[in-house]
């Protein structure tokens, strides 16, 4: 499967921001999806993460209440709606699917090449 992400930008902070990940290739529900971030000098960290039906998601402590993430499966996109930016929420979002569903970058084999968000204080 093929996934490009989108919808990256400049928001100050207490702004949103809805990012997209558009899926092409294989059937789409097979797959769940995650996003995954990574600020410039730190390791990449698991922000959100839907099945493939979308049933069940989770959420990094650190964005909890702040951030959504949906999918419509007839579109083959992911969605990952981002509430009250922080400063801290800056870095390049990256989606990612798998057959299963999990919070570790590791078990994710497709990727889409990543967007920028940058939150100013």
């Known amino acids: 499967v093929q996934l490009q992400a989108s919808g990256g930008g400049l928001v100050q902070a207490g702004g949103s921001l809805r990012l997209s990940c558009a899926a092409s290739?294989?059937?789409?529900?097979?797959?769940?999806v995650a996003w995954f971030r990574q600020a410039p000098g730190k390791e990449r960290e698991f922000v959100a993460a839907?099945?493939?039906?979308?049933?069940?998601?989770n959420f990094a402590d650190s964005v909890k209440g702040r951030f959504t993430i949906s999918r419509d499966n007839a579109e083959n996109t992911v969605y990952l709606q981002m509430n009250s930016l922080k400063a801290e929420d800056t870095g390049v979002y990256y989606c990612?699917?798998?057959?299963?569903?999990?919070?570790?970058?590791?078990?994710?084999?497709?990727w889409g090449q990543g967007t920028l968000v940058t939150v100013s204080s």
């Open positions: 990612a699917a798998d057959t299963f569903y999990g919070s570790s970058p590791a078990q994710y084999d497709y």
């Open positions: 290739g294989r059937t789409f529900s097979n797959y769940a």
């Open positions: 839907i099945s493939r039906i979308g049933y069940s998601t």
